[in-house]
T-cell receptor, first 111, second 113 residues
Framework: QKEVEQDPGPLSVPEGAIVSLNCTYSNSAFQYFMWYRQYSRKGPELLMYTYSSGNKEDGRFTAQVDKSSKYISLFIRDSQPSDSATYLCAMRFTGFQKLVFGTGTRLLVSP | SAVISQKPSRDICQRGTSLTIQCQVDSQVTMMFWYRQQPGQSLTLIATANQGSEATYESGFVIDKFPISRPNLTFSTLTVSNMSPEDSSIYLC??????????FGSGTRLTVV
């Protein structure tokens, strides 16, 4: 079993749709949770982050962590064609710098 | 956040040869990280490079295959040695600039023929 599971997609939605991206994980010791966005032929860039459980909102993006279910989500409201990219969840333990990534979900937003 | 310049951006190499990838950071950082990103798979940490000490390799990766240099606090190289087609992948370097913030280079797309 992988430490972090993420549906690779692709996920195709029309412009303006609400997008839900998800990851599940197996190790309850993960404390830091991140979402990275990766455009084609570019390195990942940090999009959202949360510590432990709870929600965090930033503009059109909302990150949720449910530690009891070992489940994290990223919601994108009013999706735009420029949101088309691969979204990777990542997490780490307290005191450790190593990031553990999901496989990434490819998102396609059509005009 | 830090800015990383990584090169080459892509290369096509013959099997049995070696390729050295360079990463230059615009600020001094203690640790640099090297990742591999294979199609359909998650980013996998190869090794962590500290300035002035031997790199620390993750399970499944060895120094003979992926030697790393870290001559100063702003620069590191990863060499992929004795390449085979299975080494075809994207290789990325990364640095940590906060608890959550890791900056990545733009990656080196390697094809081994």
């Amino acid at each position: 079993q992988k430490e972090v599971e993420q549906d690779p997609g692709p996920l195709s939605v029309p412009e303006g749709a609400i997008v839900s991206l998800n990851c599940t994980y197996s190790n309850s010791a993960f404390q830091y949770f991140m979402w990275y966005r990766q455009y084609s032929r570019k390195g990942p860039e940090l999009l959202m982050y949360t510590y432990s459980s709870g929600n965090k909102e930033d503009g059109r993006f909302t990150a949720q962590v449910d530690k009891s279910s070992k489940y994290i989500s990223l919601f994108i409201r009013d999706s735009q064609p420029s949101d088309s990219a691969t979204y990777l969840c990542a997490m780490r333990f307290t005191g450790f710098q190593k990031l553990v990534f999901g496989t990434g979900t490819r998102l396609l937003v059509s005009p | 956040s830090a800015v990383i310049s990584q090169k080459p951006s892509r290369d096509i190499c013959q099997r049995g040869t070696s390729l050295t990838i360079q990463c230059q950071v615009d600020s001094q950082v203690t640790m640099m990280f090297w990742y591999r990103q294979q199609p359909g798979q998650s980013l996998t940490l190869i090794a962590t490079a500290n300035q002035g000490s031997e790199a620390t390799y993750e399970s499944g990766f060895v120094i003979d295959k992926f030697p790393i240099s870290r001559p100063n606090l702003t620069f590191s190289t990863l060499t992929v040695s004795n390449m085979s087609p299975e080494d075809s992948s994207i290789y990325l370097c990364s640095v940590e600039w906060s608890t959550y913030g890791y900056t990545f280079g733009s990656g080196t797309r390697l094809t081994v023929v």
